[in-house]
């Protein structure tokens, strides 16, 4: 069993700042990724930042230079900073890791996602 525990949505003004937090526990032997993705109502959900266990990111061409995603490999954490924050960033931000279990199985895991808005 693995539990994704997702904090740090809100409302937020335009121009203001957010951080989003995730933490994995649980049945893990190994992290391979922890990322971020949003979405929108009416619209796909979508890669807004992820990160793998060797320190390589990946960030959406929206977000760059805004975000910034970040991990706590101890805690099985991933941070996200979002800055600068635009009215089209509102969105559900859900949570992914994939990893291998302690039975070595690989997974995939979704959080439940937390909602962020942003004000004009």
């Known amino acids: 069993q693995v539990q994704l525990v997702e904090s740090g949505g809100g409302l937020v003004q335009s121009g203001g700042s957010l951080r989003l937090s995730c933490a994995a526990s649980?049945?893990?032997?190994?992290?391979?990724?922890m990322g971020w993705y949003r979405q929108a109502p009416g619209k796909q959900r979508e890669l807004v930042a992820s990160?793998?266990?060797?320190?390589?990111?990946n960030y959406a061409d929206s977000v760059k230079g805004r975000f910034t995603i970040s991990r706590d490999n101890a805690k099985n954490t991933v941070y996200l900073q979002m800055n600068s924050l635009k009215p089209e960033d509102t969105a559900v931000y859900y949570c992914?890791?994939?990893?291998?279990?302690?039975?070595?199985?690989?997974?995939?895991?979704w959080g439940q996602g937390t909602q962020v808005t942003v004000s004009a």
């Open positions: 992914n890791t994939n990893f291998w279990d302690a039975l070595r199985v690989f997974r995939d895991y």
């Open positions: 649980g049945s893990i032997f190994s992290i391979n990724a």
């Open positions: 990160m793998h266990s060797g320190g390589s990111t």
